[in-house]
């Protein structure tokens, strides 16, 4: 059978509600939001679940919503005066430990956000997120290898393009990551985000986004392999990373393109 049609619980039995949902009020300033992303953007979970009074969860927020509104209003307002409820994602998509994995992917292809949260028996939520499901491809069995993933475009950037190019970029061609002509080094929303909350104090008398890349930041490196890794291996080897990203030949590689790889029939499940 292939393994879109496993159930969340046969596929992830012991690890489904491991990974806690991490929150927000919606009352909330956007300086609140954008340091906890900070440190839990990809490493942890991709998204904060926003909530409202006992804890009911209303919405989602993540690096998305934060480049698109400093790229629209470049200023310290954003961070200080709007709320986290202002520029919520009401797409919030709260799943069940039945639900298929295709069902799941089918939900995440729409919302272009992978990221979903489950009722756990602590009466909160846990996260599902494109990290957890590196666990089921790491367990799943296939001959699919690298080189037969869909081909996608690696958007890069130059070191002295301003930091408004590159958001510029990413929101036109829909990615979180660009990579540094000719190296494999690369930046992502995650250390935009870092680098506004440390670097420059939430555009607290700064003028942020004319500022080169180059002189902004340190950049990110990503794992460059050579060898073409079937679809369980180069999962483990993702679900082990900090920031997971991967540049095998003229493709790169993130956790999104081993979800969407899950969809295939050609994949299998080892349990």
């Known amino acids: ?44 979970t991709d998204s904060l679940v926003v909530t409202e009074g006992d804890e009911k969860p209303i919405g989602v927020i993540g690096g998305k919503e934060i480049i698109e509104n400093i790229f629209e209003n470049p200023s310290s307002d954003f961070f200080d005066k709007i709320t986290v409820e202002q520029v919520t994602d009401k797409n919030l998509i709260i799943i069940s ?68 190019d590159i958001m510029g970029v990413m929101l036109q061609k829909n990615t979180r990551k660009l990579i540094l002509k000719n190296t494999n080094n690369f930046i992502s929303d995650r ?7 440390q670097k420059f104090d939430f555009f607290r008398n700064v003028k942020f986004l004319d500022q080169s890349v180059a002189d902004s930041f340190s950049l990110e490196e990503a794992k460059k392999i050579s060898e073409d890794m079937n679809l369980a291996e180069i999962s483990k080897i ?30 299998e499940w080892a349990g």
């Open 1 to 44: 059978m292939p393994i879109y049609n496993k159930s969340l619980k046969e596929l992830l039995p012991l690890s489904l509600s491991s990974t806690p949902a991490v929150s927000i009020r919606k009352e909330n300033k956007m300086w609140i939001a954008t340091c906890m992303l900070m440190h839990y953007l990809e490493s942890f």
């Open 191 to 197: 250390l935009i985000i870092q680098t506004i909350a």
């Open 238 to 267: 993702m679900y082990g990373m900090v920031h997971p990203y991967i540049i095998f030949q003229d493709q790169a590689i993130t956790p999104w393109d081993i979800c969407i790889a899950l969809q295939s029939d050609k994949i």
């Open 97 to 164: 430990e039945e639900i298929k994995l295709g069902e799941l992917l089918d939900k995440w292809k729409q919302t272009r956000r992978a990221f979903s949260i489950i009722p756990n028996n602590l009466g909160g939520y846990s996260a599902i997120s494109g990290r957890k499901l590196l666990e089921i491809g790491a367990n799943c069995i296939t001959d699919v290898t690298i080189s037969e993933l869909p081909k996608k475009e690696i958007i890069t950037f130059s070191r002295y393009d301003t930091i408004k």
